[in-house]
């Protein structure tokens, strides 16, 4: 089984930066990817960034040039630091990792930005 726990959300102004965090546990080896979602009130769960298996990067346009996703050497923990924060970026961020064509997800973590 699968267990992912995020952190590093928290409320900040628009224009500064937060860092998430996502703990992997259990087996992931050859996980096909390892990424971010975020869902805000009232509207679906969107793709934030992923690493593919490979360690091709993909990012929602919004995002793209502000946020960067990384991980670690072991593969077990993924990152995303979020720069320029906007008020429009407001969201419950959630870890996924797709393993074997199954989805794993994080509990969520909150992300609230000020204007």
């Known amino acids: 089984q699968v267990r992912l726990v995020e952190s590093g959300g928290g409320l900040v102004q628009a224009g500064g930066s937060l860092r998430l965090s996502c703990a992997a546990s259990g087996v992931i080896y050859n996980a096909n990817s390892m990424g971010w979602y975020r869902q805000a009130p009232g509207k679906q769960r969107e793709l934030v960034a992923r690493i593919i298996s490979g360690g091709s990067t993909n990012y929602a346009d919004s995002v793209k040039g502000r946020f960067t996703i990384s991980r670690d050497s072991a593969m077990r923990t993924v990152y995303l630091q979020m720069n320029s924060l906007k008020p429009e970026d407001t969201a419950v961020y959630y870890c996924?990792?797709?393993?074997?064509?199954?989805?794993?997800w994080g509990q969520g973590t909150q992300v609230t930005v000020s204007s």
């Open positions: 996924n990792v797709v393993r074997r064509e199954l989805n794993y």
